[in-house]
């Protein structure tokens, strides 16, 4: 397992090893013990979601601001633009984001900590994204930034308008969300 660090230190992108041969391949997509030493802090993945979304779906920016969920994400199928925004007023990252391809070729996670607002776009027809969470989905405390918030000017390279969710159109803007202290 490779650790690439990213523009804001506590967002890590996460590469396998990967093992092929002319029978396909093979790669531990998850390791404890190596994610903990890796990383620097022990984690307790409680929960794995799963979703499928078709071709300019946009989905985020999504947290939860009690129970703040970190989050392991992949994509099984396809690829997509994940994008991590840092909310943590107190952080000297405060209000920047990050992005990666995620795909089902690179095999890329990426480590989205608590105190971080997530989203992706998908680029291909298709794709499957599933992400690990160390906390338990508790949609009492679920909150949402817009995705096309003009303070955070996230660069999600669109070609045309994405389809986005009822609820997620309907999200705070940067100034007025709730975030972390």
Same mark, same amino acid.
């Given at each position: 397992?490779?650790?690439?660090?990213?523009?804001?230190?506590?967002?890590?992108?996460?590469?396998?090893?990967?093992?092929?041969?002319?029978?396909?391949?093979?790669?531990?997509?998850?390791?404890?013990?190596?994610?903990?030493?890796?990383?620097?802090?022990?984690?307790?993945?409680?929960?794995?979601?799963?979703?499928?979304?078709?071709?300019?779906?946009? *989905?985020? &920016?999504?947290?939860?601001?009690?129970?703040?969920? @970190?989050? #392991? %994400?992949?994509?099984?199928?396809?690829?997509? $633009?994940?994008?991590?925004?840092?909310?943590?007023?107190?952080?000297?990252?405060?209000?920047?984001?990050?992005?990666?391809?995620?795909?089902?070729?690179?095999? *890329?996670? &990426?480590?989205?900590?608590?105190?971080?607002?997530? @989203?992706? #776009? %998908?680029?291909?027809?298709?794709?499957?994204? $599933?992400?690990?969470?160390?906390?338990?989905?508790?949609?009492?405390?679920?909150?949402?930034?817009?995705?096309?918030?003009?303070?955070?000017?996230?660069?999600?390279?669109?070609?045309?308008?994405?389809?986005?969710?009822?609820?997620?159109?309907?999200?705070?803007?940067?100034?007025?969300?709730?975030?972390?202290?």
């Amino acid at each position: 397992m490779k650790i690439i660090p990213t523009e804001i230190p506590d967002i890590l992108i996460v590469e396998p090893q990967v093992f092929q041969d002319d029978r396909g391949f093979f790669y531990e997509s998850y390791n404890q013990k190596i994610f903990t030493e890796k990383i620097g802090l022990s984690t307790c993945f409680v929960q794995d979601n799963h979703s499928y979304s078709k071709h300019n779906v946009l *989905r985020g &920016l999504h947290y939860q601001i009690q129970q703040p969920q @970190g989050k #392991l %994400v992949r994509a099984l199928v396809g690829t997509i $633009l994940d994008i991590a925004v840092d909310i943590r007023k107190s952080s000297p990252t405060f209000g920047q984001w990050v992005s990666c391809i995620l795909s089902a070729e690179n095999k *890329r996670q &990426l480590w989205v900590p608590a105190g971080f607002a997530h @989203g992706f #776009l %998908v680029l291909s027809d298709a794709a499957e994204v $599933l992400y690990k969470t160390t906390e338990y989905y508790a949609p009492q405390h679920e909150r949402c930034i817009l995705w096309n918030d003009p303070e955070l000017a996230i660069d999600w390279s669109l070609t045309t308008t994405p389809i986005v969710s009822a609820k997620d159109q309907a999200g705070e803007s940067f100034k007025t969300a709730e975030v972390f202290s």
